[in-house]
Each structure stands twice: as C-alpha cells, then as structure tokens.
C-alpha cells in the first residue's frame, strides 16, 4: 500500500514540475525548491519520498560534466544549475535530508552536502573528497545517512579492486599538479580493496526489482578495469509498476527518466555490470 501511494504522490508532484528554464543562481534554484516542498507538503515527510520528488523537480536541468574540479584548492561547490550523475544524487539527497527535517536555510544545504560529499563530513583538502562512489557508499551508510540494501535485493558478495585515479593522474588537475596527492589516493584504493559489497548482477534486476523502492539510490557497477561504479541514479517507480532510473545523462545532457525500465536500460550497456541499491535514512 505505501508503494502504490508513494507512486500515486510522485506522479501528482510530476504533472505541476517547475524547473526554471533559466535559473540564476544557485540561491534562487534553492528558494524555488524550498517553495515548492512547502507548497506540496513535503516538509517532514520520510526522506525517500522527499528524494523522488526533488529529484524530479530537477527534470531537464542541463548536465554538467566535472563541475567539482574547476578549482586548485578544494571548496564546497553548490550548483544547483547543472550536475553531473553524482552531483545530482548528492544535492537531491541533501535538499531532501534538510526538507524531511524541516530545515529549510541554505546554509542547512550546504552543511548537508558537505556532510554527504566528505569522509566523515570534514573537507580537508581534495583527498578528504569520496572520489570512488564505492568509498561514499561505506562512508555516507557509517554515517547513517544511507542503508546498502543490495543483500535483502539478492545481491552477490563482491569485491573491488581499484587503481584507476593513482594510475591515470594525468586525467584529474588537482592530482596532475600535486604528485603527493597520489599516494592518498591509492591509500583510500587499498582500503576499499579490503572490503566486501554486494552487487546485484543486471540480469537479476527484473526478477528482483519488487525489491527496489521508489527513492532507493541506484549505483551502477562496471567492469572497466580499475573503477567500481560507472554511473548512479534515483529508482523511480513507472508504467507496469517497474522500476525506471532517474539520473543526469550524459548522453541526453539533461536530468531526465529512463524510456525503459532499469533492467533494460542496464542490458544496453555492455560495460555495466549490476547495481548497489541504497536506502535513504529519515533524519533522526
């Protein structure tokens, strides 16, 4: 019952979307979000819900590839203009842990994210960033923002051997102007090695997908050498009760849905893997 209404919910904020075509600041973008969980109640609802309403408020905002590495000395980056797929998934999540906790100034936002996007919400230096989503994955669920889900989903124990950032410096400014840098990283490579995740295999997905919930965070896992996650998303629920991926695409340049279920749309990608599902926690 509380999936059908969730649904029912989803789709009545769906039909009134009022993404700015031309927003003008990141202020004014987070003004018009607080307006509009106020004016559709969204205040104090459970996280999970707030997170696919947010979520699709930002349809069609533009995708923005790199937006965090424009700058030498890490800061925290606040654009709500534009997002790349993890940049979209951590400022909807924080707009909804502040909407859920009925904490509505920007500076609440900001101290959100910092928490989301940080280890352990302290940002240090650009090492202290959770680069490898499956390191913001262990971190942002010891915080308790976050619950892995993936074992209840029928996910396979596995483990990720990464070396993709130590190895190609050369592709991050920050780590191609400080060498020393290197060495942190494949620390944090090292460590991630030495756990275990569970992995829900892509051709799993339709048998299991009464599993995933609408507002599950979906990380979508590789087999490229070197990388663990390739891509991730907002589960959404759609037509014939399946399970659609709401993400910023890279190819569409646009915050958009899926055309096709999850299942499907991971069996078009080769290099794609599985999924790690995640659950929101409501603020305590």
């Not at 205040?43 to 590839?65: R, S």
């Not at 709500?80 to 502040?98: M, N, P």
């Not at 010891?142 to 996910?155: H, S, W, Y």
């Not at 990720?160 to 410096?169: D, E, G, I, R, V």
């Amino acid at each position: 019952m509380r999936r059908f209404a969730s649904v029912l919910f989803v789709l009545l904020l769906c039909s009134i979307q009022i993404w700015p075509s031309e927003p003008s600041s990141d202020k004014a973008v987070f003004d018009n979000v607080i307006a509009y969980a106020s004016a559709h109640q969204l205040n104090g609802k459970p996280t999970d819900i707030v997170l696919t309403a947010i979520g699709q408020y930002f349809l069609g905002a533009p995708y923005v590839e790199k937006s965090l590495d424009h700058d030498v000395v890490e800061k925290l980056t606040t654009n709500l203009t534009g997002f790349d797929c993890t940049t979209f998934v951590e400022s909807s999540l924080a707009l909804a842990r502040c909407i859920s906790g009925s904490k509505t100034s920007y500076s609440d936002f900001e101290s959100e994210l910092r928490q989301i996007r940080y280890r352990g919400g302290i940002l240090d230096s650009y090492t202290s960033r959770l680069h490898y989503f499956s390191e913001w994955i262990l971190d942002n669920c010891a915080k308790q923002i976050l619950e892995d889900v993936t074992k209840e989903c029928n996910g396979k124990l596995t483990v990720y051997k990464l070396n993709f950032m130590s190895t190609h410096p050369q592709y991050y400014p920050q780590l191609k102007s400080r060498p020393d840098y290197v060495d942190s990283i494949k620390a944090v490579e090292q460590k991630i090695g030495s756990c275990k995740f569970y992995e829900l295999p892509k051709f799993d997905i339709e048998k299991n997908e009464t599993k995933i919930h609408s507002g599950d965070i979906i990380a979508i896992t590789t087999d490229i050498k070197g990388l663990d996650i390739s891509h991730v998303g907002i589960a959404i629920l759609g037509k014939n009760n399946r399970i659609y991926l709401l993400h910023a695409s890279s190819s569409d340049r646009k915050v958009k849905i899926s055309e096709t279920p999850l299942a499907i749309y991971m069996s078009k990608h080769p290099h794609d893997t599985g999924i790690i599902v995640l659950r929101s926690q409501s603020k305590r």
